[in-house]
């Protein structure tokens, strides 16, 4: 097997397209958008921070699916790793510049910021930054995951899981419903690894057949009620929820849903997701996010179109091209297109 080689198995996971995710994908990040944008109702029901917290779990479940599809099928975690890097970092990292540049900041909290550790305690977020915190939750993640599977691979299907409900206990026991802090909120991206573990036939086939008779609608109903900040304790369930929505809908979705979620339009809005959400909260920070309320509002119809061009060329111009080299020169990553 050599380096340009990958293994088969790896190879099926990488040519495979699963369409309703990038569906899904697009849900999450204008969920997200929405919530941090509009006003989605009466403060006082509390609609956006439930679009919020509905599109970030969503979000993290998809990580988590994808991220442990390919560890399990056997993507070398070098090449994990430098793939992330080229993901993630060349974005991010030039939103904190822009951020560090246009005010003062100490050098412990540049520090924390680059190295992805800011929502640890104590939290410390740049100012037009509070959302990247998300991908602080994602890096360390990363992290944890691909050591699990450079040392003991042989256990990952199970030590996820249990890392998973691990972190859903320390919610419970510490009173914690939702938090951005990541030993408080990584079962959501945990929770999408047992997901892919369990639709790859880890856990055997009758696992794998259950999560395909899983009814879509009811738990999509359940999913959005539990992310409302008035759920109360079933707000513990959301990561679970999220990842039995997700995988409901991989082999048995149902055709309205399909129909609304399969379309060009929400592969190019899944497509330029990433750098929609670095760039909506940078550009919050900016004019297009000043004045009182009604001015900011007069201002959002221009704020979404900077945002969405910005993405646009960011993702085409900027992050794939720095993705695609990188694939070019990892070992066993050659087939890969997601």
């Not at 190879?11 to 995710?21: A, D, H, S, W």
Request: aromatic share 12%; glycine share 6%.
């Amino acid at each position: 097997m050599t380096a340009q080689s990958p293994a088969p198995r790896l190879t099926q996971v990488q040519r495979e397209r699963i369409p309703i995710l990038d569906g899904w994908r697009a849900v999450s990040i204008l969920a997200v958008l929405g919530a941090h944008l509009l006003p989605l109702g009466p403060k006082w029901l509390r609609f956006n921070e439930e679009a919020g917290v509905f599109g970030m779990a969503l979000f993290f479940t998809l990580s988590g699916f994808l991220i442990v599809s390919f560890l399990d099928a056997g993507m070398p975690v070098k090449t994990f790793l430098l793939k992330r890097c080229a993901r993630v970092v060349p974005l991010s990292w030039a939103a904190m510049l822009f951020l560090v540049l246009i005010q003062k900041y100490d050098f412990l909290t540049i520090a924390r910021s680059f190295l992805f550790t800011s929502n640890l305690p104590p939290v410390d977020l740049l100012h037009g930054g509070e959302h990247l915190w998300s991908l602080c939750v994602e890096v360390q993640f990363y992290l944890t995951v691909a050591a699990i599977f450079a040392t003991a691979k042989p256990l990952g299907k199970w030590l996820v899981p249990l890392l998973c409900l691990s972190v859903t206990v320390a919610r419970i026991v510490s009173g914690t419903p939702i938090s951005i802090i990541t030993w408080f909120r990584a079962d959501e991206i945990l929770a999408g690894g047992v997901i892919a573990l369990t639709y790859r036939g880890r856990f055997g086939i009758a696992a794998k057949r259950a999560l395909t008779r899983l009814p879509t609608w009811p738990l999509l109903i359940a999913y959005t009620i539990i992310s409302h900040p008035d759920a109360g304790a079933l707000q513990y369930l959301r990561p679970y929820v999220a990842s039995l929505l997700v995988g409901s809908s991989l082999t048995n979705a149902p055709r309205l849903l399909e129909r609304v979620l399969v379309t060009p339009i929400m592969a190019y809005i899944a497509e330029i997701s990433y750098a929609l959400y670095i760039i909506h909260g940078v550009l919050s920070y900016t004019w297009l996010g000043s004045g009182d309320k009604l001015v900011k509002y007069l201002k959002r119809p221009l704020l979404f179109s900077v945002t969405f061009v910005l993405a646009h060329f960011s993702t085409r111009y900027f992050e794939q091209p720095i993705t695609r080299s990188v694939r070019k020169r990892s070992p066993g990553s050659a087939m890969v297109t997601h």
